[in-house]
């Protein structure tokens, strides 16, 4: 297993999602980049995209970046994935946290698959490293841009022509799990949307989904909750009567 992802940075993921998760309004926040989480960034990529947007052909670095959330107090570093190959992530932005549906819509094949990608690669990523972060940001950026049936780094609407190879490998054997659709889903994906206007890049995020017994234990607490209140308004009345009926 994963064991930096499962760590302390991804534990600050799940804190941070807590509130996307409840599906509750969220004001933007102010997010600063500090650079790749696995620095440095593993060498640079030539990648080219002709989705319905413009065609793009360019030269990036990939990888996930090491994000702090300057509204919360104190502020709040976590991991994140760009979505988009057109902006450049700026170095502080304001952003809101969206829920996937919010971000892509209902039934967007793009919600499952960036879920699943990060279920096997999480589940399966035994070293925490800035070569299978690359990889991971590569699969990525082919799940959200592609539009053809079936991912692949090599033809269609994404491409990636050069870099490590080792690192297209990877990414590719990931995208070929992501291609069967079988593998269970455990991770949950949210996107920082960038404000309006701006020009940085819209960020994923993603958090365990919690197992069920955690739904169970969470509605017993409520249950719990609800029950002492009741007792305790119920004494509170038990209380009334009798005061009443000593004033008598």
Request: aromatic residues 12%.
């Amino acid at each position: 297993m994963l064991r930096s992802i499962r760590g302390r940075k991804f534990l600050q993921v799940a804190v941070l999602c807590a509130a996307f998760a409840a599906s509750a309004p969220v004001p933007a926040e102010t997010l600063r980049y500090d650079g790749p989480m696995y620095a440095p960034y593993f060498g640079t990529f030539a990648i080219n995209g002709n989705p319905p947007a413009p065609s793009l052909s360019r030269t990036v670095y990939a990888g996930a970046f090491e994000m702090t959330n300057l509204s919360s107090a104190p502020g709040n570093s976590f991991m994140a994935w760009c979505v988009d190959i057109y902006g450049t992530i700026q170095r502080n932005a304001n952003y809101s946290l969206r829920t996937g549906v919010e971000f892509y819509g209902v039934g967007s094949r793009v919600i499952t698959d960036l879920e699943r990608l990060a279920s096997y690669a999480f589940g399966n990523w035994t070293v925490a490293n800035n070569v299978a972060s690359a990889a991971f940001q590569l699969a990525v950026w082919e799940i959200v841009t592609e539009t053809a049936a079936g991912y692949s780094l090599r033809g269609n609407n994404f491409t990636v022509t050069a870099g490590s190879s080792t690192v297209r490998n990877l990414a590719s054997s990931w995208l070929e799990v992501v291609n069967a659709g079988t593998y269970a889903v455990d991770q949950q994906l949210g996107i920082w949307q960038k404000d309006a206007g701006s020009m940085t890049q819209n960020l994923a995020v993603f958090t365990p989904i919690p197992e069920p017994e955690t739904y169970v234990m969470l509605l017993a607490g409520l249950g719990l909750m609800v029950f002492v209140a009741k007792r305790r308004g119920h004494g509170s009345a038990l209380r009334l009567d009798d005061s009443r009926r000593h004033l008598q």
